[in-house]
């Protein structure tokens, strides 16, 4: 059972409010984790991850100019905007290789819109790491665009990024001789 | 035990069975393109007699394609020759500062004798994190997003 702090009424283990005055208990039904470790993935938010801008294209531009624009940046991922600046699909170095690698002239001419992922994943920037690391484990995805509320993309969380995060905050000094 | 324990304490062979693509010196990009392709994995191995020599990733591919250079030359000429291999002996944390150092998405694991015997991704990272850590990861608030199947895009 779950004691309200506010008014003492015992309510469910994982309720949302206090049956009895309202009191929201959203916090305590979180879960407790054991170590400083696994509540930094709860507590800290994706947008402390290694924050780099999102590469955002138009669905019109060719894949060739989106590949370069990826290797130039040295990104893995390009978030497809619509002319309101939203996000409306992904194009990942994975797609590229996958699909332009057969008939390259061809493909590399194409608009980028026309082989993009449509509806990609996308994560809040409020959003904590734990959720961007589930999503990305169970999509499979290398790349989670981060959006603002109005579904504007304003950075791009990597795989990477999330590994780099335990790298540096957990395993400093541990570097490799 | 701790997690953190865990990821100094446990070695790498703890992931089981890793996924492991090679081609030789000698074959061309093309090749490793096609391999890449089949095993859907963005990172396959060089390899002499076993022993990796070097490592052709995704990224290698599309940087040729982008400047329109041909995929029809031998790996080797393309690799940078440089591998930062580690044991299955090692720990997870040590392979995780090895792709943090290096800034690699990909290990060659080697079993005693030097010979490949895995790719560690990271993606298997994350995996194993997940799995370490199913606390923090699992228990999220619910949120109504569909969960695919397939893996797909990013």
Same mark, same amino acid.
């Given at each position: 059972m779950l004691a309200c702090p506010a008014c003492g009424a015992e309510n469910m283990l994982g309720a949302e409010e206090c049956e009895a005055c309202g009191y929201d208990l959203t916090d305590l039904s979180r879960p407790e984790s054991a170590s400083s470790f696994e509540r930094s993935f709860q507590d800290k938010p994706v947008r402390c991850l290694r924050d780099h801008p999102a590469l955002t294209v138009l669905a019109n531009q060719s894949v060739r100019d989106v590949l370069g624009l990826l290797m130039q940046r040295d990104e893995g991922c390009a978030v497809i905007v619509d002319d309101q600046g939203k996000a409306i699909g992904v194009f990942s170095e994975r797609d590229a290789l996958m699909q332009v690698a057969d008939e390259e002239e061809d493909i590399l001419d194409r608009p980028v819109g026309e082989l993009m992922t449509t509806e990609p994943v996308t994560v809040e920037a409020d959003a904590p790491i734990a959720f961007a690391l589930h999503q990305m484990?169970? &999509? &499979?995805y290398r790349h989670l665009p981060c959006v603002d509320e109005k579904g504007i993309p304003v950075s791009m969380v990597s795989v990477r990024d999330i590994v780099t995060f335990v790298g540096h905050r957990f395993l400093e000094g541990e570097a490799p001789a | 035990m701790e997690p953190l324990q865990i990821l100094r304490e446990e070695p790498i062979s703890r992931l089981g069975e890793l996924p492991l693509s090679t081609v030789s010196p000698e074959q061309t990009m093309r090749d490793a393109v096609a391999v890449m392709r089949d095993a859907r994995r963005g990172c396959v191995l060089i390899c002499r007699y076993k022993m990796p020599v070097g490592v052709v990733t995704e990224r290698d591919v599309l940087k040729r394609l982008g400047a329109s250079q041909s995929l029809d030359v031998p790996v080797s000429a393309v690799?940078?020759?440089? /591998?930062?291999? /580690?044991?299955? $002996?090692? $720990?997870?944390a040590h392979a995780i500062s090895m792709m943090t150092s290096h800034q690699c998405r990909h290990l060659p694991v080697v079993g005693e004798r030097g010979e490949a015997v895995g790719i560690l991704s990271v993606r298997r990272i994350v995996r194993a994190l997940v799995e370490l850590f199913p606390t923090a990861i699992y228990n999220l608030p619910p949120v109504t997003l569909p969960i695919r199947k397939e893996r797909e895009g990013a």
């Open positions: 484990d169970l &999509g &499979g | 690799s940078t020759g440089e /591998v930062w291999a /580690v044991k299955r $002996s090692d $720990s997870l």
